[in-house]
């Protein structure tokens, strides 16, 4: 999985801070996919699907058992259902 890494190549510092990731769903992991280079201020990152606050690294596709065959990733793994 990969982290959200502070790149010190790509993002010049002013003084302003690297922009905050999105936490659409409000599940408190927020989506380094939308804004590369992001920051999880005030929460976690890593969240796979920022739409649906069920769907995080912390998810389960085991629990509960209907989760299996829901056809997502749950647990941000990158595998569905697995
Ligand atoms: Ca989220
Ligand atoms: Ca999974």
Known sequence: MSGPLISTGQITCSGSRLPACH???ANG???????????????????????????????SELKPKANRHDGKDNDCNGTVDG
Not at 44 to 56: H, Q, S, V
């Open 23 to 25: 936490d659409a769903d």
């Open 29 to 59: 992991f927020r989506d380094y996919v939308s804004v590369p280079g992001c920051f999880p201020y005030g929460g976690a990152g890593g969240d796979c699907d920022d739409t649906d606050p069920t769907i995080n690294p912390r998810g």
